[in-house]
């Protein structure tokens, strides 16, 4: 049994950890670049780069702290910004690591990465937006760029807690510009959306990623409990 909960129980159960100091970017960041490498082991050690599609917020943090670890140990990444800006710390780190970043305006060069990458990591939005359209702009188009050709290509696909565009809660999906993917990797706790149609149709497989939330978990009540 698989136990689902909303983004703002899972916030509530961060809360004291964040305030006690723990470092939980850092701890989800190890285990995503970890169930990379898994992905690229499975995937027969494919060549080219492992790409990243970088939010604005946390989850382009966990996302290019999973990179920085990557690159530091030798794996080809590129960052592909999808906003003006990106998590600072996260970005010194992969900078500093040796990650090479395709500025948004630059659409040439993240239609290159596309069509060569090992594998992409899906690290645009995070359980703070349900707003419909949730990508716009530049993250919008450059996800609808990556669709045909991952399909195409058959390139997998790491989602960062859950694919950019699902509701987190109720698992609907209010625009299909959404990149379906391979793996989704959630921290914390299981987001209720990742159990439900049609989001449970873009996560691919899930895997939790324990933050040490038990004991405030235990005191909800999830949304959904599935099978």
Request: net charge negative; aromatic share 4%.
């Amino acid at each position: 049994m698989v136990a689902g909960y909303s983004a703002a129980q899972v916030r509530a159960a961060e809360a004291p950890h964040l305030a006690a100091g723990e470092p939980l970017m850092q701890r989800a960041a190890a285990a995503l670049a970890s169930w990379i490498r898994r992905e690229l082991a499975d995937a027969g050690a494919p060549r080219g780069p492992v790409v990243l599609l970088v939010g604005a917020g946390d989850n382009g943090g966990d996302a290019l702290f999973a990179g920085a670890e990557l690159s530091a140990a030798g794996v080809e990444v590129v960052g592909v910004a999808t906003a003006e800006r990106m998590h600072a710390a996260g970005r010194a780190a992969a900078a500093e690591a040796g990650v090479r970043f395709v500025e948004p305006g630059d659409p040439d060069a993240a239609a290159a990465a596309f069509e060569s990458a090992a594998l992409v990591v899906d690290g645009i939005l995070g359980t703070g937006t349900s707003s419909a359209p949730a990508l716009r702009g530049p993250a919008r188009e450059l996800v609808s760029m990556a669709i045909p050709v991952v399909a195409r290509r058959g390139t997998p696909v790491v989602a960062v807690d859950l694919p950019s565009g699902i509701h987190p809660d109720d698992g609907t999906v209010p625009d299909p510009t959404v990149l379906p993917a391979t793996l989704t990797v959630t921290f914390g706790a299981v987001k209720a959306g990742l159990l439900r149609r049609p989001a449970a149709d873009y996560a691919g497989r899930v895997e939790l990623v324990d933050l040490g939330l038990g004991d405030e978990l235990a005191a909800m009540t999830p949304l959904i409990v599935s099978d």
